[in-house]
């Protein structure tokens, strides 16, 4: 089987340009740069601590209350919703990148971060941690969802995983892509010349 960062690779145009009533739920990857990060506002929330869940919830005083799961969550817990532009040679778009993705691009649990806008320059720190991921190249792996559709892109993706470039990885599937045009070229030729009259 393929590495799971290979699979159904495409540009960011390409995926721009699937977009439609067919293409929802499909899965590809792109490999695309980090170029801006968005900062207007919290690069992380409070979530629901219930397995499966993660969901934002709503601070009523004494406690938080998740309405996904009908259900009152004491201590909330610090997830990730990272907002990034990103792009290739073909097209640029907005990800957001949740949860433990964005702590392994990050290198800092998400409760580091919420715990440090209480120090002095807290806000200022958060925001250059951030930012050093400008900069990387990293392979999104993407689900077509309908939001995507109704948006038709304008609105960005979800990166439901990421990986670090394998270059090694990369040229072995480029090789094997050039390997592929020259045997269908020479099935052409072979048909061409079989049929030239002579």
Known sequence: MKNRSLRNRKNLSQI???????????????????YYIVHDYAPFY????????????????DHYWCNN???AIPS???R???????QDDTESTLITIFGDEAE????????????????????QTIKAIIDE?????????????????????RCGFTAYKIFQVDYKLDS?????QIEQVIEASQIFNDTFQAHTPT
């Open 80 to 86: 990730y919703q990272l907002k990034a532009r990103i």
């Open 172 to 176: 072995h599937q480029i090789q094997e």
């Open 104 to 123: 392994e691009l990050l290198k800092h649990p998400a409760s580091e971060l919420k715990n440090l806008i209480k120090s002095e320059n807290g806000i």
């Open 46 to 61: 409070k979530s629901c601590t219930k397995i499966g869940c993660q969901k934002k919830v709503i601070d009523i005083g």
């Open 69 to 71: 799961c009908n259900n």
């Open 16 to 34: 721009v340009q699937m977009l439609n009533a067919e293409s929802v739920g499909q899965v590809c990857t792109c490999k695309a740069i980090i």
């Open 133 to 153: 991921i400008i900069g990387t190249l990293i392979v999104f792996e993407i689900k077509i969802s309908q939001y995507n559709i109704q948006s038709q892109g």
């Open 76 to 78: 909330p817990d610090a």
